[in-house]
């Protein structure tokens, strides 16, 4: 018989938008499971409410562990996820294979491998993001594709987890202030020649509201998708941008 404890997956739980939802699970009472290839940094962590597991994602076998450990959990957090700054027409085989290893092949076989053994009224949320929806990533093309792969696999987990019910929703952030933000800031503004200063408050001047997100922000939404508050959603790809896609 499942326990009445409500138990979570974070993949990424080591830093940014998957570290604060750690933080905010643990607060809504929720046991969590933080997952991240940083065994470093997952040992500074919460003391209470956290068991941590070292995998790197891009490895089949440690993502079979994983799943195998995964008994008794209601909810799963796709965080985990790789950006490299790289012209278009520089892009190797090794970089598009690494970041779709990481951020496609993890997400799906995630979603295949615990998905259908999420407790029933469960919930996945898989972090794709708002470069899934503009033109503006030829500087991050591969990312940019994952994160595409990202809402067609949310679609499909949603529609095979449906019955169980275990509901499936991504999330398409637009800037919110982690380090992989800083990483994208660096990267693209040396290749434009300016600073990351200018460069971030450029994009932010694009963004109706006119700032990025604090990852506890995105926290927020992303437990929003978790919970029952969202009982009749999934398939979904929420944008998180300050009002900048709207589609
Ligand atoms: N920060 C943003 O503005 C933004 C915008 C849109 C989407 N996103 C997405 O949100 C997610 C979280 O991003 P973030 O900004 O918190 O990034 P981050 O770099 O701060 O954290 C990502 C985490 O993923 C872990 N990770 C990377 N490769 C891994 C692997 N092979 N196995 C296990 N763990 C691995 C890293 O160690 C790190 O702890 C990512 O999927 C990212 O693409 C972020």
Do not use: H
Not at 47 to 70: H, I, M, T
Request: charged content about 20%.
């Amino acid at each position: 018989m499942a326990s009445t404890q409500r138990k979570a997956i974070v993949t990424g739980a080591a830093s940014g938008i998957g570290r604060a939802t750690m933080e905010r699970l643990i607060a809504e009472g929720v046991e969590v499971l933080a997952v991240d290839i940083d065994g470093e940094r997952l040992k500074n962590r919460p003391s209470s409410g956290c068991e941590v597991f070292v995998a790197d994602l891009a490895d089949p076998a440690q993502r079979v562990k994983l799943a195998a450990a995964a008994n008794d959990f209601d909810y799963l957090v796709n965080a985990a996820g790789l950006l490299r700054v790289k012209p278009i027409l520089e892009v190797t085989v090794e970089d598009w294979r690494t970041i779709q290893t990481v951020n496609a092949e993890a997400v799906f076989f995630l979603c295949q491998q615990i998905g259908p053994r999420l407790n029933p009224g469960g919930a996945i949320v898989n972090l794709s993001s708002s470069a899934a929806k503009l033109a503006t990533s030829v500087d991050v093309a591969p990312y940019a594709a994952s994160k595409t792969t990202i809402l067609s696999i949310t679609r499909s987990f949603a529609y095979a987890l449906a019955d169980r019910p275990v509901r499936v929703n991504a999330i398409c952030p637009g800037i919110v202030e982690t380090e992989m933000q800083e990483r994208f800031l660096e990267g693209v503004a040396r290749r434009r020649g300016v600073t990351a200063a200018e460069l971030d408050a450029q994009r932010k001047k694009a963004v109706p509201l006119g700032r990025g997100a604090s990852a506890a922000e995105c926290a927020g939404l992303i437990w929003f998708l978790l919970s029952d508050e969202s009982a009749y959603m999934t398939g979904q790809a929420i944008n998180f941008t300050g009002g900048l896609v709207n589609w």
